[in-house]
């Protein structure tokens, strides 16, 4: 690890992180498409997305202003956390004012239950922005963990320039050539991916596509009348449609 850079006064830099999670599963039926509607609204409800959001503060090291949630009818939750800009440990009451407008989680899912061929869709946006020291990219191991996903988008930016105890403008705080050097192996073994690196721009985009239709989930329920070889057929077309997404 590098030393820290020694900085003259507050870090104004700011990053921000954004990604989403595509989940698919098959559901011919109108039985299993609403078993898996009961599936998303359980598993991703407001509550449980705040509990993820407030995982991410801890592992960034940031400390929690106000919370809003909301679930919606039919289906569909929001999440979005407030936070200062400074780590825990160095929290001054004082700065929380000057703060709560520049660093800020949120998340939305946006389920999709009306595609064509029985096939269902879970979308999940999560947004860090943050202002200062904190680094978003240490919490990505944790958001996989969480969800199930088959496409994943990540873009990383950071914008600003802060300047050191010198006076010399300072544009970026932190190592980094790909965001999958942020992304433990065993998660990354499961995925294609295609990497966009302008570090001149410090801009950086990762987009993963899971590696075998096999991997797909199935909603198909004990009832189902489709033979082995029209489910295999359902595969091979969610999975070009997969790879139309990951291609875009």
């Known amino acids: 690890m590098k030393e820290k850079i020694e900085l003259k006064g507050f870090n104004n830099l700011k990053k921000q992180l954004s990604f989403s999670f ?3 599963v098959i559901a ?3 039985e299993e498409k609403l078993s898996y509607v009961e599936y998303i609204n ?18 960034i090291e940031a400390n929690i202003l106000d ?4 679930d919606y009818e039919p289906y569909g939750a929001s999440s979005m956390l407030l936070l200062s800009d400074i780590k825990a440990d160095d929290l001054v009451c004082k700065s929380v004012a000057a703060h709560i407008d520049k660093s800020h989680i949120t998340a939305h899912t946006y ?3 009306e595609g064509p061929n029985g096939f269902v869709s879970f979308r999940v946006d999560i947004d860090i ?3 200062g020291e904190i680094a978003p990219l240490t919490a990505l191991d944790e958001i996989f963990h969480f969800f199930d996903t088959d496409i994943v988008v990540i873009d990383y930016i950071v914008r600003g320039y802060t300047r050191d105890k010198n006076g ?5 705080d932190h190592p980094i050539n790909s965001i999958r050097d942020y992304i433990a192996d065993d998660i990354m073994e499961h995925f294609r991916y295609k990497d966009l690196i302008l570090q001149n721009d410090n801009t950086w985009q ?20 489709l033979s082995k070889e029209e489910k295999q057929k359902h595969f091979e077309l969610l999975y070009k449609e997969m790879k139309e997404i990951f291609s875009q």
């Open 129 to 131: 922005s943050t202002c």
């Open 206 to 225: 990762l987009k993963l596509m899971r590696n075998d239709y096999d991997d797909i989930e199935e909603f198909f329920s004990e009832k189902s009348t």
């Open 67 to 70: 919370i809003s949630s909301q």
């Open 111 to 113: 389920p999709d239950f």
């Open 28 to 30: 011919p039926s109108e």
């Open 42 to 59: 359980k598993r991703y409800s407001a509550k449980k997305i705040t509990e993820l959001l407030k995982k991410i503060v801890d592992i």
């Open 22 to 24: 595509y989940d698919f």
């Open 168 to 172: 010399e403008k300072i544009y970026i």
